[in-house]
Nanobody, 118 residues
């Protein structure tokens, strides 16, 4: 059974930091590309950051470049999102996403809420 379980969300003040984690099971994690998406209130879901299976290729949305860092530990079947200099505009539900090598499978976590507010 495939599972993606996000954790680490919460309430943080503007300028603060959070690290999200996504623990994966039920598939060969080391062969999948991993992404973080988010969906803010009244907005469409958007790609925040992505990392290739070996961790050699990274991509970020322009809105988070220089502030967020995606990483993975294939030994722990976990992907992370370090978020620094958080802004109210970063408030959203953050979702972990796994994509199979040929995109034949696409899995989603249940999401974790991040709220940036003073």
């Amino acid at each position: 059974q495939v599972q993606l379980v996000e954790s680490g969300g919460g309430l943080v003040q503007p300028g603060g930091s959070l690290t999200l984690s996504c623990a994966a099971s039920g598939f060969t994690f080391s062969t999948y590309g991993m992404n973080w998406y988010r969906q803010g209130p009244g907005k469409e879901r958007e790609l925040v950051a992505g990392i290739s299976s070996a961790g050699s290729r990274l991509n970020y949305a322009d809105s988070v470049k220089g502030r967020f860092t995606i990483s993975r530990d294939n030994a722990k079947n976990t992907v992370y999102l370090l978020m620094n200099s958080l802004k109210p505009a970063d408030t959203a539900v953050y979702y972990c996403n796994a994509v199979a090598p040929l995109a034949e499978y696409n899995y989603w976590g249940q999401g974790t809420q991040v709220t940036v507010s003073s």
